[in-house]
């Protein structure tokens, strides 16, 4: 299945990309993960998280395979807990340059 | 940090005083939030069918045609959103619980809702029995909105309405307890908005 979104996807107008949620997920990993690929649990086609597709209505961020629309990645702060649901197969994750080599240390 | 509380923003504020607020809530008075956790569904009426599993396998299917002609009741209700909106007498028509799952074997303790999309909510029988739940497809008169789970969704006015399954197409009957989308992420396995049963250890 591809983008089931059309004329009858009256909730298409409040999907997000998923670089919309940088913000919450920061507080969470030390580096960006939007910029990371992620392999879908269930289509197993690999996309970058910011090109995923982010419900951000319901109760939590819902990130969804841009492919088969299945979910990849749930993400909610509840009475003080962030809570992680991630269910991408595999995370690659571009490293963060060392920090002492543009400092002249 | 905004965007993760989008669905939980408080609307105007109407008070009632006749006690039929339950606590931590607001009336959101002729307005109807649409929360979506995903893409809406569409699936053809001729393609639409609705089925009672258990652990063994399929034990009813109806057509929407065969659906339609199902005894039908109208009931009027208010409904509770966790997200913190109420709203009051909303008028609905579908089939009750006890119609669908009349024959239910009798080590069935629980019911697990999926719909079209892959949610799923779970709910003890006794709460889906006894007519208090239905699966509906009209709204105050009209068939009901696809944003608002047409062409059916389960109706389970007592408990929060994440309960109430938009586009559900199966109900599977348990002899355990089987944890849906939102109960599986943190948000309480039963979610009675009188008993404010919002997060899990609520």
């Known amino acids: 299945m591809t983008e089931p979104a059309g004329p009858s996807d009256t909730t298409a107008a409040r999907r997000l990309d998923g670089n919309a949620a940088a913000g919450a997920l920061a507080d969470l990993f030390a580096v960006d993960v939007t910029t990371a690929r992620s392999r879908c649990p269930s289509c197993g086609k690999t996309s970058m998280l910011g090109a995923h597709h982010l419900y951000?209505?319901?109760?939590?961020?819902?990130?969804?395979?841009?492919?088969?629309?299945?979910?990849?990645?749930?993400?909610?702060?509840?009475?003080?807990?962030?809570?992680?649901?991630?269910?991408?197969?595999?995370?690659?994750?571009?490293?963060?340059?060392?920090?002492?080599?543009?400092?002249?240390? | 940090m905004s965007v993760l509380s989008r669905g939980f923003r408080r609307g105007r504020s109407q008070e009632r005083s006749d006690g039929r607020l339950p606590p931590g809530q607001y009336d959101a008075g002729d307005g109807f939030p649409v929360l979506s956790a995903g893409p809406t569904p569409s699936t053809p009426l001729d393609r639409w069918d609705l089925t009672v599993h258990d652990e063994t396998g399929e034990r009813h299917r109806w057509s929407w045609e065969e659906f339609r002609v199902l005894p039908r009741e109208a009931v009027s209700v208010d409904i509770h959103c966790v997200t913190t909106w109420s709203k009051f007498?909303?008028?609905?028509?579908?089939?009750?619980?006890?119609?669908?799952?009349?024959?239910?074997?009798?080590?069935?303790?629980?019911?697990?809702a999926g719909s079209d999309g892959?949610?799923?909510?779970?709910?003890?029988?006794?709460?889906?029995?006894?007519?208090?739940?239905?699966?509906?497809?009209?709204?105050?008169?009209?068939?009901?909105?696809?944003?608002?789970?047409?062409?059916?969704?389960?109706?389970?006015?007592?408990?929060?309405?994440?309960?109430?399954?938009?586009?559900?197409?199966?109900?599977?009957?348990?002899?355990?307890?089987?944890?849906?989308?939102?109960?599986?992420?943190?948000?309480?396995?039963?979610g009675d908005p009188w008993l404010e049963q919002r997060y899990s250890g609520d």
């Open chain 1, 56 to 105: 951000a209505d319901a109760p939590a961020l819902v990130l969804r395979c841009p492919h088969c629309t299945d979910v990849v990645l749930r993400y909610a702060t509840q009475q003080g807990r962030i809570l992680l649901d991630l269910r991408a197969r595999l995370l690659t994750i571009p490293a963060p340059a060392p920090a002492n080599e543009s400092n002249g240390a």
């Open chain 2, 118 to 190: 892959g949610y799923t909510t779970n709910l003890p029988l006794d709460d889906v029995t006894g007519g208090r739940a239905w699966v509906v497809d009209t709204y105050d008169g009209r068939p009901l909105a696809p944003e608002h789970g047409g062409p059916a969704r389960l109706l389970v006015p007592h408990l929060y309405f994440w309960k109430s399954a938009k586009w559900v197409r199966r109900l599977t009957l348990l002899p355990h307890d089987r944890p849906g989308f939102w109960e599986t992420f943190g948000y309480h396995n039963h």
């Open chain 2, 89 to 112: 007498d909303t008028r609905w028509e579908g089939v009750s619980l006890d119609t669908l799952l009349q024959d239910a074997p009798t080590t069935a303790r629980f019911v697990l």
